[in-house]
Nanobody
Framework: QAQLRESGGGKVEAGHSLTLSCVDS????????MAWFRRAPGREREFVGS??????????ADSIKPQRRFTISRDNAKKATSLQISGLRADDTGTYYC?????????????????WGRGTQITVSS
């Protein structure tokens, strides 16, 4: 069972970059697909992107990919996944969640992720 903890959020000015980290203290990290979701104030939680167990396949949400500001990666030796966001904008403000799936491959639906962290907050000021 995955036990996820996010870190790296904070208050930043627009244009800056942040790297969020998610560490899994459970035993199966290297077999799990991982993902990042976010919830903006007053909005539903949305998918940002996911990465398969080996890191060879990364999928970004259709609204995210064209921006080329988000980069997901993972380090199985450290049992960690990261989300780097560059050129932060006010509409990136929100709570960012790490999620783990029991599946190892390509997953993107919220229902396919079984374990969730508590989230880390990003506040971007313009």
């Amino acid at each position: 069972q995955a036990q996820l903890r996010e870190s790296g959020g904070g208050k930043v000015e627009a244009g800056h970059s942040l790297t969020l980290s998610c560490v899994d203290s459970g035993p199966n990290f290297s077999h799990q697909a991982m993902a990042w979701f976010r919830r903006a104030p007053g909005r539903e939680r949305e998918f940002v992107g996911s990465i398969n167990w080996s890191g060879t396949t990364i999928y970004y949400a259709d609204s995210i990919k064209p921006q080329r500001r988000f980069t997901i990666s993972r380090d199985n030796a450290k049992k960690a996944t990261s989300l780097q966001i560059s050129g932060l904008r006010a509409d990136d403000t929100g709570t960012y969640y790490c999620a783990a799936s029991r599946e190892s491959g390509y997953v993107r639906r919220e229902s396919e992720f079984h374990y969730w962290g508590r989230g880390t907050q990003i506040t971007v000021s313009s």
